[in-house]
């Protein structure tokens, strides 16, 4: 009976349905990615090792962008939930706490990843954006530049505001003015580069400035060539999160990199952790990792 039920499988395709097997199993081994931007090198990357080593244990990933919009990211999250993904890797929009306290409370496996919730009640794996934010600060402070800008996005989210507290701290330390221009999150690339062109334009002592993630860096470097400034004669240029054009610009630009094969291999490793282990998700111990940039120099940062 074995025999004829295997050929007759063979025979006309069958392909088990995952849902109804995750009725009587309780696992689908879907694992749910939630990130800001899918098509940003830096969470592609992450991405794509921890689909990786999901695969590698059996699992799938099932991943999408909530673009920073609270409401598509709840709806995201039904979609997931509909779905039966068994585990959560989530980058979380700023309204959506109440969203991740209930799947928590529910059972499921969550881990948070590049940003987190200020009640710090969640595992989650982050970079030390306040330390990398102040060290690259000091790095341009040391190389002699005094009046240096900080420009970043216009956000209540964890990460943003500790790479603005570092460039704070750093500031205040040694007696120096600060220079801060928060840009919008919803602005389009031209509109992005307009608003940086305006600032660097009524900024005129600026001597160094520091973009906090590498989306603003890139259009920060429109800016700078549409105003004909020279880098880092004119200006001195630091971005977050690395990327393969800060390689190739000429001159070469320096970066706060995060460390991804690390981060990709503990949030994974994690998850995998949960959902072997059957505990109780709302009372287990809090892994909480915090890893530190590296500050990559390259000549934008130089003092000529």
Do not use: W
Not at 226 to 245: E, K
Not at 265 to 276: D, E, P, T
């Amino acid at each position: 009976m074995t025999d004829k039920v295997l050929k007759f499988v063979e025979k006309v395709g069958y392909k088990p349905n995952l849902l109804a097997r995750s009725f009587r199993t309780g696992k689908t081994n879907i694992i749910g990615l939630m990130v800001e931007d899918i098509s940003n090198p830096f969470f592609a990357n992450v991405a794509r090792l921890i689909e990786e080593k999901a695969y590698a244990n059996g699992y799938k990933i099932l991943y999408c962008s909530t673009e920073n919009d609270a409401r598509k990211a709840q709806e995201l999250l039904l979609m997931f939930k509909d779905r039966c993904v068994d585990g959560y890797i989530i980058t979380p929009t700023e309204s959506l706490l109440k969203d991740v306290e209930g799947l928590v409370s529910s059972g499921a496996p969550v881990i948070l990843f590049d940003r987190r919730f200020e009640d710090d009640r969640f595992d989650y794996v982050l970079l030390d954006n306040q330390a990398s934010s102040y060290n690259a600060a000091k790095h341009l402070i040391d190389q002699g530049f005094r009046d240096i800008g900080f420009i970043t996005i216009n956000s209540l989210q964890t990460q943003m505001k500790d790479r603005m507290t570092g460039y704070e701290k750093a500031m205040e330390e040694h007696g120096l003015n600060q220079y801060i221009k928060e840009v919008s999150f919803s602005l389009n690339t031209e509109q992005s580069v307009e608003h940086i062109e305006d600032f660097l334009r009524r900024k005129k002592k600026l001597e160094a400035v520091i973009f906090s993630t590498n989306y603003l860096g890139i259009s920060g470097l429109r800016a700078i060539k549409n105003l004909g400034l020279s880098i880092p004669n004119d200006l001195a240029v630091i971005s977050f999160d690395d990327h393969i054009l800060f390689d190739l610009y000429s001159p070469t630009i320096t970066s706060i990199a995060q460390p991804i094969e690390e981060m990709s291999a503990q949030l994974i490793n994690i998850l995998l952790q949960k959902l072997s282990g059957g505990q109780d998700q709302k009372n287990a111990e809090k892994q909480q990792i915090i890893l530190p940039g590296q500050l990559i120099l390259r000549q934008s940062s130089t003092r000529p």
